[in-house]
């Protein structure tokens, strides 16, 4: 299951995980990334709050976290070659893995159809 964020993050969800990465359309608005920072495994996040930072030619902006939950995993990837987020944001961009508190949260996210008429 895909999932989106007024905050332009993608989820997909399998089980209690949920990858996490930025959207294509928030890519395309951020420019070319020159700099990721990510959040430190095993941290617990609440949803709305600060999951990363990322920063472009153009400005710094934060990645929050879609919902509450334990960060497992990071893609280092992307913090040694920030450009993947720009050229795979969808794939090999992604960000972090987070164990969630309550899956059945993701319900309150928005589908595809929804994110896209947001942006449109």
Not at 41 to 61: F, M, W, Y
Not at 78 to 84: H, K, N, R
Request: aromatic letters at 6%; proline letters at 4%.
């Amino acid at each position: 299951m895909i999932k989106f964020t007024e905050d332009h993050e993608w989820l997909k969800i399998e089980g209690d995980v949920a990858t996490v990465g930025i959207t294509e359309h928030a890519a395309e608005q951020l420019g070319d990334l020159v700099f990721v920072e990510l959040p430190e495994p095993g941290a617990r996040l609440d949803k709305g709050g600060t999951a990363a930072t990322v920063e472009s030619v153009k400005a710094a902006s934060d990645v929050y976290c879609p919902l509450a939950g334990e960060i497992i995993e990071v893609n280092q990837a992307i913090v040694d070659d920030p450009s993947l987020v720009n050229s795979d944001p969808a794939g090999a961009g992604w960000f972090f893995k987070l164990k969630l508190d309550d899956a059945t949260s993701a319900s309150e996210l928005m589908d595809e159809t929804a994110y896209q008429a947001m942006i449109g």
